[in-house]
Nanobody
Framework: QVQLVESGGGLVQAGGSLRLSCAAS????????MGWFRQAPGKEREFVAAISGIDGTTVYADSVKGRFTISRDNAKNTLNLQMNSLQPEDTAVYYC?????????????????WGQGAQVTDTS
């Protein structure tokens, strides 16, 4: 089992920045692909970004490309999401996820482990 705990959410004005972190524990492995998803009120959970467990390959949703950066620190078992130029439509609960494979995928159904979520709210 892998436990994931997000931190760093909060309130931010349009154009501001936030950094989310996800601490992994349990049967962690640097070979696992990890990702961020988000869910806004009344909407389905959607893919934000993911990073490979082998070569650090990253994939981003078009809506966040150029504004968000995903990274991981394997020594600390931590996944990060730097969010810049935040917009009202970025308001959502953000979830950290991990899958048993090293291959990046954008479908939430292919991730095996999930955190409890961190709220990000644009106050504009």
């Amino acid at each position: 089992q892998v436990q994931l705990v997000e931190s760093g959410g909060g309130l931010v004005q349009a154009g501001g920045s936030l950094r989310l972190s996800c601490a992994a524990s349990g049967r962690t492995s640097s070979s696992k692909a990890m990702g961020w998803f988000r869910q806004a009120p009344g909407k389905e959970r959607e893919f934000v970004a993911a990073i490979s467990g082998i070569d650090g390959t990253t994939v981003y949703a078009d809506s966040v490309k150029g504004r968000f950066t995903i990274s991981r620190d394997n020594a600390k078992n931590t996944l990060n999401l730097q969010m810049n130029s935040l917009q009202p439509e970025d308001t959502a609960v953000y979830y950290c996820a991990a899958r048993g494979s090293s291959i990046v995928r954008v479908s939430a159904s292919l991730y095996d482990y999930w955190g409890q979520g961190a709220q990000v709210t644009d106050t504009s």
